[in-house]
């Protein structure tokens, strides 16, 4: 009886492990599979750099003591070739809406060519999606505590950015 309750309880743990085992998909099989799209990031960065030094012929300046921190929130999505154009073309027309349709294509056109973007291709968004006004107030802030010249140390002071705010910024990445 003990040896038919071991087997009985080794098949059904090779069942189990067996019904969680991946097993290959063709290309057809997957075309077929439909899921959710994209990922979201959010962040509470708490960044310090020591300092940041720039040299040039023997004379420097330096950034000391750099602090990034507050909240930062980013979606990453992949969008497919007429996404990726329609989401260009829009944000083209953003920033200058006296632009015609022919002007906004030529301008895709060229900068496709001058970065190897092949047409067809999927494309990666990285977007920093717009958030409520309260929300705004935790947006990341950058101070730097010193700014010093690196022949006698002489201090320039301290300067901060507040309320970095990247909402409505999209990055595009793709391979070429």
Do not use: C
């Amino acid at each position: 009886m003990k040896l038919i309750k071991t087997a009985f309880a080794a098949a059904l743990a090779s069942l189990a492990f067996s019904a969680s085992a991946m097993t290959a998909i063709s290309d057809d099989q997957l075309s077929e599979v439909t899921g959710q799209d994209g990922v979201s990031i959010i962040a509470d960065l708490n960044i310090n750099i020591g300092s940041f030094q720039y040299t040039d012929d023997g004379a420097s300046v330096a950034f000391n003591n750099i602090d990034i921190n507050g909240m930062m929130v980013m979606t990453i999505d992949v969008l497919t070739n007429a996404a990726f154009q329609g989401a260009a073309a829009a944000s083209i027309m953003s920033h200058n809406g006296a632009l015609t349709a022919a002007q906004v294509g030529g301008i895709i056109a060229d900068t496709a060519a001058a970065t190897g973007y092949a047409a067809g291709s999927d494309v990666v968004q990285f977007a920093f999606p717009t958030i409520n006004a309260d929300a705004r107030s935790i947006t990341p802030s950058i101070t730097v505590g010193s700014i010093t010249t690196g022949n006698g140390g002489a201090s320039f002071g301290s300067f901060a950015i507040n309320n970095f705010d990247l909402q409505g910024t999209k990055v595009w990445m793709f391979g070429h």
